[in-house]
């Protein structure tokens, strides 16, 4: 875990009224200490809070030089509900963010051609988001977000205004809180994460 002081923030671009929480998130992650990142609200992202994907730009450029966007919900509505980023708690933010910082973890191992096939199977199968949301919780976890994690989890599946639907999808899509607090009693997770439960 890096100290907010050791973050290269001269390659990162943060909303102002987020820093401290995407801050937090980066110490986490050490390993992207180099990698160029822009933090950036959009006014809706379909069936998601945040969202983290490639500059188009950078699948002309070798993947160690690749840079991300991670773009942010201004509104988030889940099924007739409607949150903006004021009502969720700083720690769930931070969870939230670890998440997508998992998945640049993920992104940063793929060739630029391999990254057009993840794509690809993104949008057609539920299994590849399956084992791709999984995937992302796990680095999360193995970089020691688990408390993180799991707030952020409990903060959805609590949450007596979001519908049974939402909260089914989230179930069925990620790993569970029971899994997360293993993860991080058993101390399961290694530096090269196994994705739990791919063979689900």
């Given at each position: 875990?890096?100290?907010?002081?050791?973050?290269?923030?001269?390659?990162?671009?943060?909303?102002?009224?987020?820093?401290?929480?995407?801050?937090?998130?980066?110490?986490?992650?050490?390993?992207?200490?180099?990698?160029?990142?822009?933090?950036?609200?959009?006014?809706?992202?379909?069936?998601?809070?945040?969202?983290?994907?490639?500059?188009?730009?950078?699948?002309f450029k070798s993947k160690e030089?690749?840079?991300?966007?991670?773009?942010?919900?201004?509104?988030?509505?889940?099924?007739?509900?409607?949150?903006?980023?004021?009502?969720?708690?700083?720690?769930?933010?931070v969870g939230w963010l670890g998440?997508?910082?998992?998945?640049?973890?993920?992104?940063?191992?793929?060739?630029?051609?391999?990254?057009?096939?993840?794509?690809?199977?993104?949008?057609?199968?539920?299994?590849?988001?399956?084992?791709?949301?999984?995937?992302?919780?796990?680095?999360?976890?193995?970089?020691?977000?688990?408390?993180?994690?799991?707030?952020?989890?409990?903060?959805?599946?609590?949450?007596?205004?979001?519908?049974?639907?939402?909260?089914?999808?989230?179930?069925r899509l990620y790993i569970s809180?029971?899994?997360?607090?293993?993860?991080?009693?058993?101390?399961?997770?290694?530096?090269?994460?196994?994705?739990?439960?791919?063979?689900?």
């Amino acid at each position: 875990m890096a100290t907010a002081q050791s973050i290269n923030l001269e390659n990162k671009i943060i909303p102002a009224d987020i820093k401290s929480e995407v801050i937090e998130a980066l110490t986490f992650y050490p390993e992207l200490y180099d990698t160029a990142i822009e933090f950036k609200y959009k006014t809706n992202i379909k069936k998601s809070t945040m969202q983290a994907q490639p500059r188009f730009t950078s699948f002309f450029k070798s993947k160690e030089n690749r840079e991300y966007i991670i773009l942010i919900s201004r509104s988030i509505q889940i099924e007739g509900e409607i949150f903006t980023m004021d009502d969720i708690p700083s720690d769930v933010k931070v969870g939230w963010l670890g998440h997508e910082l998992g998945h640049l973890m993920d992104y940063s191992a793929r060739t630029n051609f391999g990254m057009i096939i993840f794509g690809i199977k993104y949008l057609f199968s539920s299994a590849h988001i399956k084992e791709v949301e999984r995937t992302a919780d796990t680095y999360a976890i193995a970089h020691g977000m688990g408390d993180y994690i799991l707030k952020t989890k409990n903060f959805i599946l609590d949450n007596a205004n979001l519908s049974e639907k939402y909260k089914e999808r989230i179930r069925r899509l990620y790993i569970s809180p029971e899994e997360v607090m293993e993860l991080i009693n058993e101390n399961k997770v290694e530096d090269d994460p196994e994705i739990v439960g791919k063979d689900d």
